[in-house]
């Protein structure tokens, strides 16, 4: 161990000045819960994004492919063509999206009705896995459907009741546009566990969507499963590479990009107000350090006139400073960590969800954010140690000694 870092540590752990020891005591405290209050900040909103994410993979397809400017009647071309080719693609299908009007009585309610074929959006979407009640397999049938649950509360129904479908797209009589009606029975009830899903979600067969919306033999585009929906980005510009230019391609990342965005800047402006703990905790260092320097001049003093220069004398009390910083550093990461561990493992913290999309906050930590608070932390501290450490390299031995 270097001599100046041993002086260092001489000074720092030096109990002869009670009102020193507290001080050094208070810094060192600061650091700890500076550090491990960013760490459990980050957690809380990187989990939250996560949970959001997670959420949203269960209802969003991973890429969507569509076609500029006309129906896409060459689905199955493309699907044979272009995305058999690419090994990260699990499976395919085409799907239907359309607006359209549920009623039941007299309640009305605005839906969105997706055409799919049933055993292939077993593998795309899972939709099979997420039913409460009913048999997934009868939507084979013209006339059934699989309804969300809060629409199937809207309307007062359940799996065997009957609800009328109503297209916006009406057909053209002599006496005007008259809206196109179909009468279907609730097959199943289903929840993804996000209210904006489950009180608008109404799904049905591709060919009987295809003969309501009048779509013929065309469909709204073809959704596609990756292997990682976190890498999609990637997948989607090998699709992209591919295709005519023609079509358009996006990711369940582009249909979210807002919401990622502004849950990544609120990280950011967390991880900023709870930083200023630790700047909060630096000048406590700089107070400390200002002091040692004030008591130890005599010391500085007689280092110097047996050979000491300026330089070994700012490493001094840099290294105090840094002894604080690292020490906090570490300390905070190890009890910020094991909280988030904890937490997390046992889902203590619990949402309500009527309000919440998720059902318990999950606690989520990167390397590159942990890494990120314990070098921001160590660059404070270092920061916050130069003023003082240079102001006690400074000392003019004649001056200190004359009186001695």
Known sequence: MALYIKVALRYL???????????????LLGIIV???????????????????????????????????????????EVQNKYLSNIPDIIASEPFIYSNALASKGSYVIPVVIRGVDPEKDKEVMSTDKKLLAGDFDLIKDDNSVIIGKDAAVSLGVWVGDSINIISPFGKKTPIGIVPKMKKVYIA????????????????????????????????????????DPYNVDEIKEKIIQILPS??????????????????????????????????????????????KAREKRKDIAILKTIGADSKFILKVFLWQGMIIGISGAIIGTVIGLTVIH??????????????????????????????AVFVST?????????FPSYIASKEIPADVLRYE
């Open 13 to 27: 752990i030096s109990i002869r000045s009670k009102a020193l020891s507290f001080m050094s005591i208070i810094s």
């Open 34 to 76: 500076g550090v491990s209050a960013l760490l459990i900040t980050l957690s809380v909103m990187s989990g939250f994004l996560y949970g959001i994410k997670e959420k949203l993979l269960q209802t969003t397809p991973h890429l969507i492919i569509m076609k500029i400017g006309g129906n896409f009647e060459d689905y199955q």
């Open 188 to 227: 199943g009830v289903i929840s993804f566990g996000l209210y904006e899903v489950d009180s608008t979600f109404v799904e049905m067969n591709l060919q009987s969507a295809q003969k309501f919306f009048d779509m013929k033999n065309s469909v709204t585009g073809v959704q596609v499963k990756v292997s």
């Open 246 to 291: 023609n079509y358009i391609v996006r990711s369940w990342i582009d249909m979210n990009r807002s919401l990622f965005q502004a849950l990544q800047l609120e990280k950011l402006g967390m991880f900023l107000v709870i930083a200023l703990i630790v700047l909060v905790a630096s000048f406590n260092i700089s107070s400390l350090l200002v002091t």
């Open 342 to 371: 904890f937490v997390d493992t046992y889902h203590l913290i619990k949402l309500n969800p009527e309000v919440y999309p998720i059902e318990y906050l999950p606690l989520k930590i990167s390397v590159w954010d942990t890494v």
């Open 378 to 386: 160590l660059l404070i501290c270092f920061i916050s140690s130069i």
